[in-house]
């Protein structure tokens, strides 16, 4: 295989000249708010309508609001970003496309279910780095109101649910990203493959895409050389309680043992004894509210120095599940660093 | 604003080193191998199940096919590509997941409705211009069958339709594009913004698709500084019948001229006059196997040197025009020639 300059494996592209994360922001509903992140988010919706008359229009405004948010904070101009990447998990992403309706961008709209912070900041990190955009956005996001409508049942039918289920984060979260600027800086983009663990049970998706994050870390360290001890951090988003023991131990199983520095985004977002979430979080909204009110700052702080973003989707619908089909997922995995390797 | 070296304006990229098509592949069901193009598609499946048991799966089964067709065509082996784009129109873009769960590829996942080849082929075309692949590939597909079930009505319920409603294309397309080859090249992407005319009438999304085709035309005209005569071809995708009077229109206005050499997808696919398709085809496959069947091997065959390939999508969802919603929409510019410019 002839790899191209940038390519250092199957799966992993080093960036030549790694894009600076110049803002980050986020925005959360009222229960997001009362969680461990609460005081960080820039924005905490009270009235989870956000104003709106439907729970579609709450989440587009929140994503709009958010990607607003992060520009003013890069003191950029709305035309000053040269490419948006943005995507939601509503049918035909409709989140995402009323949002950026009214802004004008540039866009490239994915889908990548609750992997999309990932994969919208690799490939915008990769748009920078490729001469494409001197700034790039992007941006996700999730409402737990607009979720349960569409992939499980009315919120007035009050339905149980089983201890493996997650909560669907309402949440936003926007990236941009430059050529020149201050770290922190996108170091390695590796792109997921679907791997399908033939999990079947929709409401234990944190298992179903356990073996993509499995399959991306793996490919990760062996593209890159690196071992787990060589990040500060790692987290996946969005696993929860009981996949991340999961990818523990299939990890383990591969020889790699994930120590102290492993966490997960759906365990961040709640306070999972105090706060009825089941399993922990998730949602397009999870791993990119705790990338951009948690992880991102924290960097910035100094407290960790280089961190690797593992974004999980779980590619169903309800439709393959009704047709009796497992559940295919994919993992994008982003290196974030102060430095530039 | 300072851009980027390949950026030469608002919305467009010139590719330092244009990517080649290696290959391109198409299917198409029954009704489009019954259609003017029937003979130039790759495969035609006249049992449209193509097997399956379900229409999502055939559609699956339709993309796979075709993407395996194309790498084949181009002599490349799965794992030499090393990007792949894809996308669909079901929800959560199934036809897409199932597609690629068996194929092992490093994957981003898309969503712009029938844009979708078209900002799969820019994204495909910037990874390879970028460095970060050498093989990449961009693919989509709709199916007549699944579309109506999720968009529209059963297909039992036999529903009348409008004289400007449009008839989702069997159909997939898939292109393989690498740093060293022959030609046609990819010179020039522009990304498209979402733009909204207020149709609200998801029975004639042509119309609804218009403003949007318009805007990125203009954008593209400006930031290259060309006419729609530097182009040998001009093809939009998928306005139909009616969109294409509409467009041609809407761009007199803007003092731009659209002569003999613009046409569209939805209008190459079938026979208007003979096939009972209204106003013309649509879905993420009609430009994706026009493209595939028809505009590329025209490139090779010398029957055009320069085509300006523009994917239109219209990103409603029942759910959007259910809350009376008006249709945003988005177009995708990639200029295709057998030069380097």
Chains 1, 2 share one sequence.
Not at 234 to 263: H, P, S
Request: one cysteine or more.
């Amino acid at each position: 295989m002839n790899l191209p300059d940038k390519r250092i494996g199957a799966q992993t592209v080093r960036l030549a000249d790694p894009p600076s994360v110049l803002a980050e922001a986020s925005g959360a509903g009222k229960k997001e708010g009362d969680g461990p992140l609460g005081r960080l988010f820039d924005t905490v919706y009270d009235d989870t309508s956000c104003g709106e008359k439907s729970w579609e229009k709450a989440e587009s405004r929140m994503q709009r609001e958010t990607l607003l948010k992060a520009a003013a904070k890069a003191r950029r101009s709305l035309p000053e970003i040269e490419l948006c990447y943005a995507g939601d998990l509503l049918n035909q992403c409709i989140g995402t496309s009323f949002a950026m309706r009214e802004l004008g961008l540039p866009l490239y709209g994915l889908y990548g279910a609750c992997s999309m912070m990932a994969e919208g900041l690799g490939l915008a990190a990769m748009a920078v780095d490729g001469g494409f955009a001197g700034v790039a956005a992007a941006v996700t996001s999730s409402h737990f109101c607009s979720a349960e409508r569409q992939y499980r049942l009315p919120l007035e039918y009050g339905g149980q649910r089983l201890p493996t289920a997650q909560w669907t984060v309402t949440g936003a979260g926007a990236v941009i990203l430059g050529r020149d600027g201050p770290p922190p800086y996108i170091t390695h983009v590796t792109t997921g493959r679907i791997v399908d663990g033939g999990i079947r049970d929709a409401g234990d998706m944190g298992a179903a895409m356990v073996p993509a994050a499995c399959d991306t870390l793996l490919a990760h360290l062996r593209d890159t050389g690196r071992g787990p001890d060589d990040y500060d951090l790692i987290v996946t988003g969005d696993l929860a309680l009981y996949g991340m023991k999961l990818l523990r131990e299939l990890m383990r199983r591969e020889g790699v043992a994930l120590g102290e520095n492993y966490t997960d985004c759906g365990v961040l977002l709640y306070d999972l004894k105090r706060q009825d979430v089941h399993a922990g979080g998730s949602g397009c909204g999870c791993s990119a509210a705790a990338l951009c009110a948690r992880i991102l700052p924290g960097l910035r702080g100094g407290e960790w120095n280089r961190v690797l973003f593992c974004g999980t989707g779980a590619l169903l619908s309800p439709v393959s599940t009704a047709q009796g089909e497992s559940i295919p997922s994919i993992c994008h995995a982003v290196a974030i660093s102060n430095g530039r390797d």
